[in-house]
T-cell receptor, first 116, second 113 residues
């Protein structure tokens, strides 16, 4: 079965420090990987995706993610965190399965807390 | 502005009282989907629709119905809500089921007493 795991419920970093939010996946076939962010009382906003090509993917708001096939990981990173980055982050993988339902399989989410 | 809208944003109801959460997109997307978000579980797909008049069950369809009479609208219907359907609901759409990026609505927070 295809799955996504975010091993940390919460990540705390100081403003200005680099941040990493971890994600590992298990899929059959080529993974289509995504990061979404949810700010308080807001919907999910698309941050970035990996479909194919360069393993380092750049997205919105200065975020980037590194696809590592051997470690089946897709960690989200940012060189310098901002207090405004504090939010709930979801990693997701497209489930192709035996028939294409278009479904995204989400991790359980990681709360990022950036302190001044 | 391209967007997915949901109404209502917040709803408190009682067990057994039928309710409908509307979802509308203005991007001419063929594919639409409903998810529910629960703490520690992430988002799980309830129903999806490949196109008008084509709908199918996701992972957690029990207690829900949907319809897709028009391309832009995909309402979620709870015929007899129960407390275990208290959750945060998101509607999503994409150009088609093969399009990589799905766009999400703002969410509907439902409390069933």
């Amino acid at each position: 079965a295809q799955s996504v795991a975010q091993p940390e419920d919460q990540v705390n970093v100081a403003e200005g420090n680099p941040l990493t939010v971890k994600c590992t996946y298990s899929v059959s076939g080529n993974p289509y990987l995504f990061w979404y962010v949810q700010y308080p009382n807001r919907g999910l906003q698309f941050l970035l995706k990996y479909i194919t090509g360069d393993n380092l993917v750049k997205g919105s708001y200065g975020f980037e993610a590194e696809f590592n096939k051997s470690q089946t990981s897709f960690h989200l990173k940012k060189p310098s965190a901002l207090v405004s980055d504090s939010a709930l982050y979801f990693c997701a993988v497209r489930d192709w399965g035996s028939s294409n339902t278009g479904k995204l399989i989400f991790g359980q989410g990681t709360t990022l807390q950036v302190k001044p | 502005e391209a967007q997915v809208t949901q109404n209502p944003r917040y709803l408190i109801t009682v067990t057994g009282k039928k309710l409908t959460v509307t979802c509308s997109q203005n991007m001419n997307h063929e594919y639409m989907s409903w998810y529910r978000q629960d703490p520690g579980l992430g988002l799980r797909q309830i129903y999806y629709s490949m196109n008008v008049e084509v709908t199918d069950k996701g992972d957690v369809p029990e207690g829900y119905k949907v319809s897709r009479k028009e391309k832009r609208n995909f309402p979620l219907i709870l015929e007899s809500p129960s407390p275990n359907q208290t959750s945060l609901y998101f509607c999503a759409s994409s150009l088609d089921a093969y399009e990589e990026t799905q766009y999400f609505g703002p969410g509907t927070r439902l409390l069933v007493l």
